[in-house]
């Protein structure tokens, strides 16, 4: 079983909806939580991070972290056609730098 | 453009054969990180250097091997490529994450194609 489980997709939603992402994770030493953003041929840009469990919101996304469920989240508020891209999760106990990564989730918005 | 400079951004190679992929990191990242993101595995750790030396090792086959150098620059060299080894190789900077919660910066990446 894989350390950090995220559903591959794709997800295909209409311009203006809300989008929400998901990984769940085995490993309850995890307490830094990040979501990455990857277009299409370029490397992963980082969206989100937040600190053990509770919400973070920046702008039309919302991160959301419940360590109880060993579960994690990213909404994303009137979604655009520039949002389409594949969106990582990632995630890293305390005191270490290696990050553990979902193998991503693809997602389009159609006009 | 996200600090991080890597080289080539494609590659083609026959197998067998030997490639060195080269990463910049940003300026005032100690810590490189290489990964390899093929469609079936996502992105997997490999290995990670920090000021020079060794800080963590991953999934990194005995045929793959890295160095950081004195200027911070990083080489990953992998040797009797196989048609499996075909993927997309990223290097990251960070400063040393211990010290706060904020992830890496990637570069563009490198795409190796074995034929």
């Known amino acids: 079983q894989k350390e950090v489980e995220q559903d591959p997709g794709p997800l295909s939603v209409p311009e203006g909806a809300i989008v929400s992402l998901n990984c769940t994770y085995s490993n309850s030493a995890f307490q830094y939580f990040m979501w990455y953003r990857q277009y299409s041929r370029k490397g992963p840009e980082l969206l989100m991070y937040t600190y053990s469990s509770g919400n973070k919101e920046d702008g039309r996304f919302t991160a959301q972290v419940d360590k109880s469920s060993k579960y994690i989240s990213l909404f994303i508020r009137d979604s655009q056609p520039s949002d389409s891209a594949t969106y990582l999760c990632?995630?890293?106990?305390?005191?270490?730098?290696?990050?553990?990564f979902g193998t991503g989730t693809r997602l389009q918005v159609f006009p | 453009d996200s600090g991080v400079t890597q080289t080539p951004k494609h590659l083609i190679t026959a197998t067998g054969q030997r490639v060195t992929l080269r990463c910049s990191p940003r300026s005032g990242d100690l810590s490189v990180y290489w990964y390899q993101q093929s469609l079936d595995q996502g992105l997997q750790f490999l290995i990670q250097y920090y000021n020079g030396e060794e800080r963590a090792k991953g999934n990194i086959l005995e045929r793959f091997s890295a160095q950081q150098f004195p200027d911070l620059h990083s080489e990953l060299n992998l040797s009797s490529l196989e048609l499996g080894d075909s993927a997309l190789y990223f290097c990251a900077s960070s400063v040393t994450l211990a010290r706060g919660n904020y992830g890496y910066t990637f570069g563009s990446g490198t795409r190796l194609t074995v034929v």
């Open positions: 990632a995630m890293r106990r305390y005191n270490t730098d290696k990050l553990i």
